[in-house]
Structures are given as structure tokens and as C-alpha cells.
């Protein structure tokens, strides 16, 4: 009986290091390669996935008197997180001076997914992890309560529509780009800013459920506004992240 319990307790400890491992060392990251200005750093979670990786980009000068703004930018299924970059550029650092936190999803986990027949898929949502990262942050650096935003493409764009929905009391505005949600659920949508931006001819991700829902929040007063624009496929992200009005827009709203 002791080496049938010593058996299975061995089993579920290598099931548990090898989630962990998988999750720790996977090797699509959405900074690693393209800029060193971010730093690594991991949140230690009591449960699943027992680590969360993210990188964190501060402001180049901290002043102690200052609170700064913080962006979240969600990656999409291909770990990138594009948004990111255009944010540790020289131009942006000087002129937009922010913390930019880029958690990851665990492996083969979205973000956010809604709760509809056309969106089913096997992936449990990881949306808690990445906001349990951001209070972490919070908690640690000066960041301004009333200048929290979010943004993402693709699977990152479905969670910021959801991201405001589930947690209302965070987030000053949300930039979802080739991102969608159900109308249905719209109701729960805080009265914060939204710019949206979609491919009229993405093949991934109709741009159909970002209109509609973007419909029905202006029907609720709130300011949200879809840009629709054409040539980018899927990576409508190309348009939407070097656009210098968008970043000027992001910034300048507050809770």
C-alpha cells in the first residue's frame, strides 16, 4: 500500500513540474528576440499554472513625487504582443512615459472567450492571471489608479472587450484590435472609452462581431468607435500601433 501511495504521489508531482516546466520554459514569448528593455520577471500563483511569466517595461526615469500610467497589452495566439514594441521605442519612452506589463498565457490557454456555440474551443480562460500580474505590479510601482488601460490583437482583442467587463473598476480605456465579443453581453461594458480597429477582410476574425458590439455600446452613450480599415489581413495591428494618434488618445484618457 505505501508504494502504491509513494507511486501516485511521485505521479502527480511530475504532473505537476512538467505544467510547470511547460508553462515556464515555453518558448514562444512575446518580447523574447525583438527588445531588451523589458525585464522578465515571474508571479507565483497557488494554483495552476503555479508561475506566470511576464515581462515589465518601466519608465526610464521614475520620480518618486509621480504616479505614470500602465498599459497591459494581452498577446494573441501567436505570443506576440506587437503593441508592446511600438510602446519600448525611444520616441514613446520619452514622450509617453508608462509602465508596460506583457503577461503570458499559460500554454494552450486563451485569454477570454465568449460564452457562445461559434466560440467554443478547448482553451479555459487565463484572463485572472494576467489581471493578478497587474495588481502585482500595482502593488510594487507607481502606477496611476485612474490610467489603466488595455489593449491586444487578435485573442488579445477578444480580451479587451472582456477585460473592462470583468473587471470595471480597473481600466481607464481598452484599444481591441481584430478582436470581437457577443453583443449580449455589451450591458456589462463600463462607461470607458473603447477604440476598436479591424480589417474589413480579415479571414480570421469576422469583422462583423467588433461592429455590432461597437454599435450597441454607442446605443449605451458610451464612447467607442471602430476603425475599419483595409490591406492588413489580420494584422490590422500594423496600422493600429504605428498610428501616433492612437497613443495620444490611449494616454490622454482617465478613469
Known sequence: MKKIF?????????LVLAAVAANFFYPMEPIAGRTDRFERKVFVTWGYPFLVPYYLLTPETIDPDRE?????????????????????????RQSQPAFVLVPMAPFNRAWATPDSPEFKQPWFPALDLAVAVLEDVRHDYPVDADRIYVTGSSTGGFASFAAPMAYPEIFAASVPVVGGWIVEDAADFPEIDVWAWHDRADDQVDIAYARAFVVRLRSQGINARLEEISGYGHAAWRAAYADPALWDWLFAQSR
Not at 509513494?6 to 511530475?14: C, I, K, P, Y
Not at 508592446?84 to 520616441?91: C, P, T
Request: no cysteine.
Open 68 to 92: 505614470y500610467p500602465l498599459v497591459m497589452v494581452l498577446h494573441g495566439a501567436s505570443k506576440q504582443a506587437q503593441g508592446a514594441y511600438i510602446l519600448a521605442s525611444d520616441e514613446m
Open 6 to 14: 509513494r507511486g501516485a504521489a511521485l505521479f502527480v508531482v511530475t
